[in-house]
């Protein structure tokens, strides 16, 4: 009789096409199901229903209070999806509220508990950082297997010690390279349906959040517009400051130069219509999008909050929020001059660098079954 795969609980929360849920799943897609097989914790106000997809691969769905309706009915669904299905591994991507749910596991006996961080913080988000310095040694405290996406979210979760130590496994946020390759055909028609073909194009991927510091784009893309009327920003995302984004852009006269996509599926032909690629964030662990756009080989301007891991390419360039927004700017015409977007093939540095899918979950595969071995 073949033995059975190994079933991790992926436990991730509100599932609203993020880079963690996207990083989650991308391991999924490709990982070995005859070794590993994932079943996945995921809030039931989630704006993505990944039921069916999830199910085709064999894996399952379990849709739970979220944690800041119902704190103690959160906890309640995670032991009964542990007392009745006897998981060996947890594997919980929620960063510091990870806590509540990695508490429950301990008290029910699961051996191997992971703790993956994804994140960092801002000193900007007070009362956030409050909660996340708060529950941090807790949530290390009732994990006993430490994961991150970089060394910055790692010193940032675990300390310094833990990473030289090597009690920290870096988990790179890799991707299927040749779905995010530049397209030229895809690039000419998107370029079309939307009557932008001989636009400038500059791009954003997020969730509309304070992280992600949608203010500071409206702030530079305005200036930019100023000087180059045939720019336009395309935004795609969702999240709690979406209307409140879309109202200023409104305010400030650029509700004809930008166009807000939404929440999308198909995130990977979008890339291939933009010249210029933004991500002003306040903060990050280490930003999915930043991988996925240099896949597509787009020009990337990044702010220097941002882990310095993410320079895996030649495209990348780094500004600094604090200084005046001209240095932004002098960067945006450089690319601006160039006008037409060149065909950049990045995936021999980007699976150099360990950011090829295939490979990452291979390892991540044996990391799952070495773990499972050692209980034996």
């Not at 991790?8 to 005859?34: A, C, M, P, T, W």
């Not at 399952?60 to 906890?75: C, G």
């Not at 636009?199 to 784009?217: A, D, L, S, Y």
Request: hydrophobic share 40%; aromatic share 12%; glycine share 6%.
């Amino acid at each position: 009789m073949d033995k059975q795969p190994i079933r991790v609980l992926q436990i991730i929360g509100k599932f609203g096409g993020g880079g963690v849920e996207s990083v989650v799943l991308n391991y999924y897609r490709h990982i070995d199901k005859s070794k590993i097989q994932y079943d996945f914790v995921i809030h039931n106000d989630s704006k993505i229903d990944i039921t069916a997809e999830v199910q085709s691969l064999g894996g399952r769905i379990y849709s739970i209070t979220p944690y800041y309706k119902n704190l103690f009915r959160f906890m309640l669904d995670i032991h009964s999806i542990l007392k009745n299905n006897k998981y060996k591994i947890v594997h919980c991507n929620m960063n510091t509220i990870s806590f509540f749910a990695l508490l429950v596991a301990w008290l029910d006996g699961v051996p191997i508990r992971i703790l993956h961080n994804h994140s960092t913080s801002s000193p900007n988000e007070r009362k956030r950082n409050a909660i996340k310095f708060f529950l941090k040694p807790f949530a290390k405290l009732f994990a006993n297997k430490y994961f991150a996406c970089s060394r910055l979210a790692a010193v940032w979760m675990y300390g310094k010690k833990a990473l030289i130590h090597k009690k920290v496994q870096i988990i790179n946020n890799a991707v299927n390279l040749e779905r995010y390759r530049f397209n030229p055909n895809i690039r000419r028609d998107l370029r079309q349906n939307l009557k932008i073909e001989n636009k400038f194009v500059i791009g954003h991927v997020g969730r509309f959040m304070f992280p992600k510091n949608h203010e500071f784009i409206l702030k530079i893309f305005y200036k930019f517009y100023m000087r180059h009327k045939d720019s336009v920003l395309i935004l795609i995302g969702d999240g709690p400051l979406y209307s409140e984004i879309k109202q200023k852009a409104c305010k400030m006269g650029l509700a004809e130069a930008i166009i807000f996509l939404g929440l999308r599926e198909d995130v990977a032909n979008w890339y291939n219509i933009m010249d210029l690629f933004v991500l002003p964030s306040h903060y990050e662990g280490l930003p999915v999008v930043g991988i996925e756009a240099q896949a597509n080989g787009i020009p990337i301007i990044v702010s220097d909050k941002v882990t310095k891991e993410l320079s895996i390419t030649n495209l990348i360039h780094f500004e600094s929020l604090s200084e005046n927004i001209d240095s932004w700017i002098r960067f945006m015409e450089k690319v601006y001059v160039s006008k037409n977007r060149e065909h950049c093939n990045t995936v021999y540095d980007m699976q150099k660098a360990g950011f090829d899918i295939n490979t990452e979950a291979d390892k991540l595969k044996k990391i799952y079954l070495d773990l499972e071995k050692n209980l034996d």
